[in-house]
């Protein structure tokens, strides 16, 4: 069983048991549970539902494990032939989640 869902501008299959970095969800603290209502496409076996634009009762029940931050990224600014180089660097902060159940109403 899997399903596909949508937060922000991001679509992720995820399945029952699964650790997912979500979008950052500043309000959620270490244990609070998440209702996922976005779900875009749902797959159990042999029912297949396709969302038009989200499948009709689908939720996703996850909880928040914390916050976490992501890879480094270098920022490189450089001006050719004026000796300008800066270097900044960025970590985008995360929330993670465990998926507890996928259901469909």
């Given at each position: ?11 992720y ?15 959620s ?57 800066k ?19």
């Open positions: 069983m899997y399903a596909v869902l949508r937060d922000g501008n991001r679509q299959k995820v399945t029952e048991g699964e650790t997912l970095w979500i979008d950052l969800r500043a309000d603290k270490k244990g609070d549970t998440l209702e996922l209502t976005d779900v875009v496409l749902y797959s159990n076996g042999s029912d297949l539902r396709i969302g038009q634009p989200t499948v009709a009762g689908a939720k996703i029940v996850a909880e928040v494990m914390g916050e976490v931050k992501g890879e480094k990224l270098r920022v490189v600014k450089r001006r050719r032939r004026e000796s300008f180089e270097e900044t660097g960025h970590r985008q902060h995360h929330t993670a989640v465990k998926i507890r159940q996928i259901a469909v109403g």
